[in-house]
């Protein structure tokens, strides 16, 4: 199976290629002619990953005319599938588990960008029969997630006892590796389903301070934690997953919150 990633080197992309291995596979990169690279490799599958996640300024090129590029690239171009990895952010602020159907309500450029390409799909899905669907996940996490972000700062703080601030926040928290089980099977059955959207959470919240908790009580370990700031305009106290419909086509969870911190805190 010939299969071409944008974002390879990202956190999602480097955990994808271990669940593809055996694969001949293609990793494009940032700056490639997109159009000729997809043309000269004739992929049978796609996986676009690359986004734009921090430079607001680059983020229309990198989330949404890349997507087009792409797009044009395979509308007739006999691929099995395509997978578009969306955002769970392009629902912007709910007040009860977020569905498939409910409408987009961006409140920042990322999340309007990334809203704007799960369309264009559905576009180029309905339009030119093109098999993309596009996967929206909630907040992974898991091996090669960036230092910077939540989880990795807890798990440093707690390996070398430095202290941690903790701000408000609720996540949906999804293992990398069910994830990426998700993209194989959404992408491997896109040639029936194009243009469909599929949530992939666990279903259900944490909010940080419990995931801090959390770990306490697995490591018998307590933090220096101080308690700071408070709720952004782009924060939410609702943010979980309805993850019915990827259920429906033999999806789950395999690896609670739980689970995960404990392989990756090794206790």
């Known amino acids: 199976m010939r299969v071409f990633i944008t974002g390879a080197t990202g ?12 694969n001949d596979i293609y990793c494009y990169s ?3 002619n997109v159009t000729e690279a997809i043309a000269r490799f004739t992929p049978d599958y796609i996986y676009h990953l690359a986004a734009q996640i921090y430079k607001d300024e680059e983020m229309f090129t990198s989330n949404v005319v890349l997507t087009h590029d ?6 007739n171009t006999p691929i099995k599938g395509m997978i578009y990895v969306g955002s769970s952010s392009e ?5 009860k588990p977020m569905k498939e159907t409910d409408f987009l309500d961006p409140t920042t450029m990322y999340e309007a960008t990334k809203g704007a390409a799960s369309l264009l799909c559905q576009a180029y899905a309905r339009t030119y029969n093109v098999p993309v669907v596009i996967a929206r996940p909630f907040s992974v996490y898991g091996k090669h997630e960036p230092a910077h972000r939540f989880i990795p700062t807890l798990l440093r703080s707690y390996k070398f006892n430095l202290p941690i601030k903790v701000s408000p926040g609720v996540h949906d928290f999804i293992h990398v590796d069910d994830f990426c089980k998700g993209l194989k099977l959404v992408c491997e059955n896109a040639f029936g389903i194009h243009g469909e959207i599929y949530n992939f959470g666990t279903g259900v919240m944490y909010s940080n301070e419990e995931v801090v908790q959390l770990i306490e009580r697995l490591t018998k370990y307590t933090f220096d934690k101080e308690l700071v700031g408070k709720m952004r305009p782009f924060d939410s106290q609702c943010w979980v997953c309805d993850n019915s419909k990827a259920r429906s086509i033999g999806w789950k969870v395999e690896t609670t919150l739980p689970e995960g911190l404990v392989k990756l805190l090794n206790v």
């Open 91 to 95: 629902y912007g602020r709910k007040t």
């Open 11 to 22: 956190f999602i992309g480097t955990n994808l290629l271990q669940h593809l291995k055996g």
């Open 30 to 32: 940032h700056g490639q």
């Open 70 to 75: 792409i797009l044009e690239a395979v509308k």
